[in-house]
């Protein structure tokens, strides 16, 4: 067990820096609810484009605007 322990501390900085590598580089991801058929016109989640933003490109946006409000 603790060697699962201490694989997954050794491996989890490593997993998340390359998740922020990717939302830096291509922060565009594809909707998850048209994603069969392309682009849907009618889809709500990504209003027809086909690409909605990643979950970590929304996080570090919603960082970013607080540290803005808040400096201000």
């Given amino acids: 067990m603790a ?6 501390a050794v491996c989890l900085p490593f997993i998340t820096l390359s998740y922020i590598i990717v939302c830096l580089a291509w922060p565009w991801g594809r909707c998850t609810r048209c994603r069969p058929g392309g682009k849907n016109r009618t889809c709500r989640a990504c209003d027809g484009t086909g690409k909605r ?6 996080l570090y946006v919603y960082a970013r605007r607080l540290h803005r409000d808040g400096n201000h």
């Fill in 53 to 58: 933003p990643r979950l970590g490109w929304q």
């Fill in 3 to 8: 060697t699962v322990i201490a694989l997954l």
